[in-house]
């Protein structure tokens, strides 16, 4: 049982690059997030997914898209690289409603 | 939207003492209060939660206490220790079809030996 896993764990991207995190889980969850978190800023919700095949945007999506065809992955996709989108990108699965959020470890993406 | 702070952003105690982080949040329908432990370089981790339907939770050397009058909730860490040291983070949730979550920008907690 591995839990939630993120691929890759470091990236450095040059601005306009395109690429794309993959989260997967596999504790059957119905919920899953991706966040992002700066230094000071705790962690900022981006996109999130309440079951397979639906998404909806968090407080920050500018410059981000998302996918989950499978219940298992969630898929955050950055079209066109930003400086300002260096960040540790955390993805995160829940059960059912108001349960414990299962974290990934973080995918660390710099942008040049 | 939903709207939590944090306070303090740092805190530092002589191992032994005791240790507490404030959270206010501005949404009254959000009714699930998360505490989340993150080590240096790690992901974050529950460490404990509290319900609107409960004024206070206890687990060991952690409790959080929780005021939905004035809406803040509390973090407290009795006989802190060396590996109590870490980023912590509150977060605030209305769970229903949803639940989003919002969290708090972090205390750093260094217990001194």
């Given at each position: 049982n591995a839990g939630v896993t993120q691929t890759p764990k470091f990236r450095?991207?040059?601005?306009?690059?395109?690429?794309?995190?993959?989260?997967?889980?596999?504790?059957?969850?119905?919920?899953?997030?991706?966040?992002?978190?700066?230094?000071g800023m705790g962690l900022r919700l981006i996109h999130y997914s309440v079951g397979e095949g639906t998404t909806a945007k968090g407080e920050v999506p500018d410059g981000y898209n998302v996918s989950r065809l499978k219940k298992q992955n969630f898929l955050l996709g950055l079209e066109s690289a930003a400086p300002s989108q260096t960040s540790v990108y955390f993805c995160a699965s829940m059960e059912t409603s108001?349960?414990?959020?299962?974290?990934?470890?973080?995918?660390?993406?710099?942008v040049t | 939207g939903e709207n939590v702070e944090q306070h303090p952003s740092t805190l530092s105690v002589q191992e032994g003492d005791s240790a507490v982080i404030k959270c206010t949040y501005s949404d009254s329908a959000s009714n699930y209060f998360p505490w989340y432990k993150q080590?240096?370089?790690?992901?974050?981790?529950?460490?404990?939660?509290?319900?609107?339907?409960?004024?206070?939770?206890?687990?060991?050397?952690?409790?959080?206490?929780?005021?939905?009058?004035?809406?803040?909730?509390?973090?407290?860490?009795?006989?802190?220790?060396?590996?109590?040291?870490?980023?912590?983070?509150?977060?605030?949730?209305?769970?229903?079809n949803f639940n989003k979550f919002y969290f708090g920008s972090g205390t750093k907690l260094n217990v001194k030996p």
């Amino acid at each position: 049982n591995a839990g939630v896993t993120q691929t890759p764990k470091f990236r450095v991207l040059k601005t306009g690059q395109s690429m794309t995190l993959l989260c997967a889980q596999d504790m059957n969850h119905e919920y899953m997030y991706w966040y992002r978190q700066d230094p000071g800023m705790g962690l900022r919700l981006i996109h999130y997914s309440v079951g397979e095949g639906t998404t909806a945007k968090g407080e920050v999506p500018d410059g981000y898209n998302v996918s989950r065809l499978k219940k298992q992955n969630f898929l955050l996709g950055l079209e066109s690289a930003a400086p300002s989108q260096t960040s540790v990108y955390f993805c995160a699965s829940m059960e059912t409603s108001a349960r414990e959020q299962y974290f990934g470890p973080g995918t660390r993406l710099t942008v040049t | 939207g939903e709207n939590v702070e944090q306070h303090p952003s740092t805190l530092s105690v002589q191992e032994g003492d005791s240790a507490v982080i404030k959270c206010t949040y501005s949404d009254s329908a959000s009714n699930y209060f998360p505490w989340y432990k993150q080590e240096l370089g790690k992901r974050p981790q529950l460490i404990i939660d509290i319900r609107s339907n409960v004024g206070e939770k206890k687990d060991q050397r952690i409790a959080v206490t929780l005021n939905k009058t004035a809406k803040h909730f509390s973090l407290h860490i009795t006989e802190t220790q060396p590996e109590d040291s870490a980023v912590y983070f509150c977060a605030a949730s209305v769970s229903g079809n949803f639940n989003k979550f919002y969290f708090g920008s972090g205390t750093k907690l260094n217990v001194k030996p």
